[in-house]
């Protein structure tokens, strides 16, 4: 089994920052594709980061290109979402999630294809 455990949500002002943290327990290998989703009540989870944790490769959802970091410390086994030039619609719950999976570049978008899930972390950005 993989644990996931999110931290470093928090109130904001627009065009603030915040880093979140996602730390991975148990069976690490399994986490190969990890990714950031954030949830607005009412609405689907959106997949906003991805990383295929062995070769490092990135993919961002358009609305965060730019502006959000996803990265790793592999030492640490800890997943990162760096979050600059925030905007009120970032406002959301976000979950860490990972799958024993290779995720290629329009792969592992959906939610329902993720296996492991953190409890979430809220970040609300105020205008």
């Known amino acids: 089994q993989v644990q996931l455990v999110e931290s470093g949500g928090a109130s904001v002002q627009t065009g603030g920052s915040l880093r979140l943290s996602c730390v991975v327990n148990g069976e690490v290998h399994k986490a190969q594709c990890m990714a950031w989703f954030r949830q607005v009540e009412g609405k689907d989870r959106e997949m906003v980061a991805r990383i295929y944790r062995p070769t490092d490769t990135t993919y961002y959802t358009d609305s965060v290109q730019g502006r959000f970091s996803i990265s790793q410390d592999v030492a640490k086994n800890t997943l990162y979402l760096q979050m600059n030039s925030l905007k009120p619609e970032d406002t959301g719950m976000y979950y860490c999630?990972?799958?024993?999976?290779?995720?290629?570049?329009?792969?592992?978008?959906?939610?329902?294809?993720?296996?492991?899930w953190g409890q979430g972390t809220q970040v609300t950005v105020s205008s």
């Open positions: 999630a990972a799958v024993p999976a290779r995720c290629a570049w329009d792969e592992y978008t959906s939610d329902r294809e993720y296996t492991y």
